[in-house]
C-alpha cells in the first residue's frame, strides 16, 4: 500500500521463543523507526535508526532487539518476552529524520502465549 | 509521553454527515499532523499543518490550527462509511527532539 511491508502479518509465540520481525521499505528513505501499539494506549516509538545508526532508543527492555543491516530493512528481534508484549508492532520510513512525514507498513499483529 | 489528545474518543455519525475531531497539546510544535488507521492495520498520512498555517484542506478534509489555543481540528465532509476509521494526530515539538508523538486517537464509525 504505501511501499513499507512488513513480515510476518501475525506472530504467535511463546515466552521462551526467539523470533524477528522485518520491515521493508521500497521508498529510498534514510530513516526507519519501530512503533509499539497496544490496547487504548498511545502509539510508542521505540527505536529510530537514521543511515543505518541507531538514534534513538526510547527505553526498550533488552528483550526487544533492533537491527538495521542497511537504509532498505529494518529487523526487531525478540526474545523471552511477556504477555504484555502482545501489541500491533509498526514500522515506519521518512526521507530523513526531522520534521517529515513518516509512511506507514500494515503491521505485525504479535501476541505473546 | 503524550502529546497530542483527541477529543471525542469515539465517534458515531451517518453516512453524509461530517465528522469534527480535535486534538490539543501541550508544548510549542514544529508541525501537526492527522493519520488514519483502519483497524488492526498501518497508519496513512492525511495532511500535515506547519505552525506558521492557520487552515490547509485536502478534498473532503480540512484542518485548522490554532496556535493559541494549543489545539487543531480535523474536519470531513459528506462522510462515508469508508471513513469508518481511527483518526490520530501527531506533532513534532518546536526545538526538540524530531519525533513524531502521537495521541490515542478518535475512533469515527460512519453508519451507512
Known amino acids: 500500500e504505501t511501499g513499507v511491508t512488513q513480515t510476518p502479518r501475525h506472530l504467535v509465540m511463546g515466552m521462551t521463543n526467539k523470533k524477528s520481525l522485518k520491515c521493508e521499505q521500497h521508498?529510498?528513505?534514510?530513516?526507519m523507526y519501530w512503533y509499539k501499539q497496544s490496547a487504548k494506549k498511545p502509539l510508542e516509538l521505540m527505536f529510530v535508526y537514521s543511515l543505518e545508526e541507531r538514534v534513538e532508543n526510547n527505553s526498550v527492555p533488552s528483550r526487544f532487539s533492533p537491527e538495521c543491516p542497511n537504509s532498505s530493512h529494518l529487523f526487531l528481534h525478540l526474545h523471552t518476552l511477556q504477555p504484555e508484549d502482545s501489541a500491533l508492532y509498526l514500522c515506519?520510513?521518512?526521507?530523513?529524520?526531522?520534521?517529515?512525514?513518516?509512511?506507514f507498513g500494515p503491521g505485525t499483529r504479535l501476541t505473546v502465549l | 509521553s503524550q502529546q497530542g489528545e483527541e477529543d471525542p474518543q469515539a465517534l458515531s455519525i451517518q453516512e453524509g454527515e461530517n465528522a469534527t475531531m480535535n486534538c490539543s497539546y501541550k508544548t510549542s510544535i514544529n508541525n501537526l499532523q492527522w493519520y488514519r488507521q483502519n483497524s488492526g492495520r498501518g497508519l496513512v498520512h492525511l495532511i500535515l499543518i506547519r505552525s506558521n498555517e492557520r487552515e490547509k484542506h485536502s478534498g473532503r478534509l480540512r484542518v485548522t490550527l490554532d496556535t493559541s489555543k494549543k489545539s487543531s481540528s480535523l474536519l470531513i465532509t459528506a462522510s462515508r462509511a469508508a471513513d469508518t476509521a481511527s483518526y490520530f494526530c501527531a506533532t513534532v515539538t518546536q526545538g526538540g527532539s524530531e519525533k513524531l508523538v502521537f495521541g490515542k486517537g478518535t475512533k469515527l464509525t460512519v453508519n451507512p
Open positions: 515506519a520510513s521518512s526521507q530523513d529524520l526531522g520534521v517529515t512525514t513518516q509512511y
Open positions: 521508498l529510498g528513505h534514510n530513516a
